[in-house]
Structure formats: structure tokens, C-alpha cells
């Protein structure tokens, strides 16, 4: 298994573009979460997806962030229009079932390092 | 609120010396806690869990709710143990929803 895959590994974009990170979590797994990860504010959870649906978006910063997850195997994170404060390295993440010990550990991918100019 | 603080950003020893990377939380259920690390280069992964009560790369971090703390501790410091050390807080309940420290970087100097 490749684990999680993210595409693309790196993204420089202008100021007011859209911008679309992809994300295959690991098959079988039930969680899948998006993290943001800068010097300031470390690693913080935007959003994450139990069964393809979105349980917590509460760490969506603003309206210009949406994600969605079609199926089981593919997830997007969108900003639209972007700004030079969102340049940061998005994280995806997944995990199995909740409960039981190990199952819960995360995986994630290698991350997009975003840079909006 | 639920909330994990890593009050060093940076912790920079010697090869060999001891080393303890802090961690407190604030969570009013049960906590689960775990660290996690991210070595140059690779993924972020988990290092270890407080329910399992592991070694870890000579690793070991013991929670104590009376603090609500969960330091993670190594007797001797290795060079290969430079990284990014996250320290995590798991929600209860039927989540594996996490909650991360802003980080500590551990730099061994030989």
C-alpha cells in the first residue's frame, strides 16, 4: 500500500486563483481529515469526513475553503480565491474505525506545500 | 475548551543528554493522548500512545492527570532523533477526531 497519496506535492499560484489539493486515503479506512500546517499555528485540524460525509468543519477558517469527498477513495480541498496567507503545507490523513486501539492511528500524506503569490 | 500546549518551539541539546519535550492539555473528559513526529523529509506518523505504555525509539511518556501533562521523555538523545515532535489530544467518544500541539523541534547536536 502507498499509504496516503496527495497531489500535487507543490502549488505556487497567484493571489484570487482557485486552487484544488487532492487526497486517496488509505483503502478500508473509515476517517479522513485536513490539516493545515504553518510556523505559528502548528498543525490544525479544517476538516475531517467519517464515511465520506463531513462530521466537523469548524476549523474551516472561512468561506473561501470548501472540501468534499465523493467516495470512499478521493477527497478535494478547494480555496477559492486564494490568498497569500493561506500559502502554508496542506496535510490529508485517514484512519479505520474509532474504538479500538491502533485502529485509530492517522496516516498521512506527504502534504502539498502551497506557496499563493 | 479542549486545548494542547507545547510551550517550546525549539529544544536544542547534545548527543546524549537527556530530553524532555513538554506537553500539557486541557480536556475535561477522559483524555487520550498520543505523540506523533515527523522526521525531515517523511510523513508525519505516530511515535506513541499513553494507553499502550511504550517504549518508543527509547521514547516513553506518562501521563499524569494531576498536571494534565504528558511529557515525552528519552534518557539519552540520538542525532537521528531530530524531528518534529507533535503532542495530540483525541476527543472521546466515537471520534478520531485529534486536536495538535504547535510542535516542539528537537535539534541532537553531535
Known amino acids: 500500500d502507498a499509504g496516503v497519496i496527495q497531489s500535487p506535492r507543490h502549488e505556487v499560484t497567484e493571489m484570487g486563483q482557485e486552487v484544488t489539493l487532492r487526497c486517496k486515503p488509505i483503502?478500508?479506512?473509515?476517517?479522513l481529515f485536513w490539516y493545515r500546517q504553518t510556523m505559528m499555528r502548528g498543525l490544525e485540524l479544517l476538516i475531517y469526513?467519517?464515511?465520506?460525509?463531513?462530521?466537523?468543519d469548524s476549523g474551516m477558517p472561512e468561506d473561501r475553503f470548501s472540501a468534499k469527498m465523493p467516495n470512499a477513495s478521493f477527497s478535494t480541498l478547494k480555496i477559492q480565491p486564494s490568498e497569500p496567507r493561506d500559502s502554508a503545507v496542506y496535510f490529508c490523513?485517514?484512519?479505520?474505525?474509532?474504538?479500538?486501539?491502533?485502529?485509530?492511528?492517522?496516516?498521512f500524506g506527504p502534504g502539498t506545500r502551497l506557496t499563493v503569490l | 475548551a479542549q486545548r494542547v500546549t507545547q510551550p517550546e518551539k525549539l529544544l536544542s541539546v547534545f548527543k546524549g543528554a537527556p530530553v524532555e519535550l513538554k506537553c500539557n492539555y486541557s480536556?475535561?473528559?477522559?483524555?487520550?493522548l498520543f505523540w506523533y513526529v515527523q522526521y525531515s523529509r517523511q510523513r508525519l506518523q505516530l511515535l506513541l500512545r499513553?494507553?499502550s505504555r511504550e517504549s518508543i525509539k527509547g521514547f516513553t511518556a506518562d501521563l499524569n492527570k494531576g498536571e494534565t501533562s504528558f511529557h515525552l521523555k528519552k534518557p539519552f538523545a540520538q542525532e537521528e532523533d531530530s524531528a518534529m515532535y507533535y503532542c495530540?489530544?483525541?476527543?472521546?467518544?466515537?471520534?478520531?477526531?485529534?486536536?495538535f500541539g504547535t510542535g516542539t523541534l528537537l535539534a541532537v547536536q553531535p
Open positions: 490523513a485517514s484512519s479505520g474505525a474509532s474504538g479500538g486501539v491502533g485502529t485509530d492511528t492517522q496516516y
Open positions: 483503502s478500508g479506512h473509515d476517517y
Open positions: 469526513f467519517n464515511n465520506n460525509v463531513p462530521i466537523d
Open positions: 480536556y475535561s473528559g477522559s483524555p487520550e
Open positions: 499513553h494507553i
Open positions: 495530540a489530544l483525541k476527543f472521546g467518544g466515537a471520534t478520531n477526531k485529534l486536536i
